[in-house]
C-alpha cells in the first residue's frame, strides 16, 4: 500500500514567523503536487514538482521536491492569516494510461494574526 | 478561469434513497475524479475516469456506487441507496493531464 504522510499534522504560528511542512514516502514518483484546502471548499492546487532536487517558488511559498522522488516540502516564509488552511500533498505514479494519484493526510496550519 | 462546477452545493437525502451529484469538469480536460472527504478526515479517492470507462476505483466504491459521463460535458456520481456513513464532501475532479487535477467546490451529502 502506498502511503503519504504529512507532518506536522497540526501547527499553530504567530504572523510573521517561518514553517516548514513535510510530505514523505516510501514510493518514488513521478510528480508531487501540493494543495491548500480552506473549511468546506475543494482543495486548490499550488504546485506540481516534477524533477528530483526541483525547487519552486510562489511568492512567499516555497516547494522542494526530493531528490530520489519521494518526498517534497513546502517553506512558507513571514506567514499571514490568509495562509491559513489543510495543506495536502498529493504524489502520482505512472500506471500505463494514466496517473494514480494519493493524497497525504494534510497538515493544518493556523496563522495567528 | 475556467473552472468544475458541481451541482448541488449541498444534497439531504434519507437513508436508502439514491442521489446524484453532478459535477461539469473543465472542457478540454480528459481524466476525471471523484473523491470524499469525511469531516475532519483525509480526501479519499473513490473513482477515476478516461476515456469513458473507469480506470480505477477504490474500495469505497462498491457495487452502490457508478458514474457516468451522458453527454460531453456532465460526469456524475450516482449512489444508489445512501447509508448514513455516505455522509461526507464529494468532491469532483478533472485534469488535462492525469496527475494535475483541478477540483470543484464539493457538494455536502447528509444522509438522515
Known amino acids: 500500500t502506498q502511503l503519504l504522510e504529512q507532518s506536522p499534522q497540526f501547527l499553530s504560528i504567530q504572523e510573521g514567523e517561518n514553517l516548514t511542512v513535510y510530505c514523505n514516502s516510501s514510493?518514488?514518483?513521478?510528480?508531487l503536487q501540493w494543495y491548500r484546502q480552506e473549511p468546506g471548499e475543494g482543495p486548490v492546487l499550488l504546485v506540481t514538482v516534477v524533477t528530483g532536487g526541483e525547487v519552486k517558488k510562489l511568492k512567499r511559498l516555497t516547494f522542494q521536491f526530493g531528490d530520489a522522488r519521494k518526498d517534497s516540502s513546502l517553506h512558507i516564509t513571514a506567514a499571514q492569516p490568509g495562509d491559513t488552511g489543510l495543506y495536502l500533498c498529493?504524489?502520482?505514479?505512472?500506471?500505463?494510461?494514466?496517473?494514480?494519484?494519493?493524497f497525504g493526510p494534510g497538515t493544518s496550519l493556523s496563522v495567528i494574526p | 478561469e475556467p473552472e468544475v462546477t458541481q451541482t448541488p452545493s449541498h444534497q439531504v437525502t434519507q437513508m436508502g434513497q439514491e442521489v446524484i451529484l453532478r459535477c461539469v469538469p473543465i472542457?478540454?480536460?480528459?481524466?476525471f475524479y471523484w473523491y470524499r472527504q469525511i469531516l475532519g478526515q483525509k480526501v479519499e479517492f473513490l473513482v477515476s475516469?478516461?476515456?469513458?470507462?473507469?480506470?480505477?476505483k477504490s474500495e469505497i466504491f462498491d457495487d452502490q456506487f457508478s458514474v457516468e459521463r451522458p453527454d460531453g460535458s456532465n460526469f456524475t456520481l450516482k449512489i444508489r441507496s445512501t447509508k448514513l456513513e455516505d455522509s461526507a464532501m464529494y468532491f469532483c475532479a478533472s485534469s488535462e493531464w492525469s496527475y494535475e487535477q483541478y477540483f470543484g467546490p464539493g457538494t455536502r451529502l447528509t444522509v438522515t
Open positions: 498529493a504524489g502520482a505514479r505512472w500506471k500505463t494510461s494514466y496517473d494514480k494519484v494519493i
Open positions: 475516469f478516461y476515456n469513458n470507462e473507469i480506470s480505477e
Open positions: 472542457s478540454n480536460h480528459l481524466y
Open positions: 514510493s518514488v514518483f513521478s510528480s
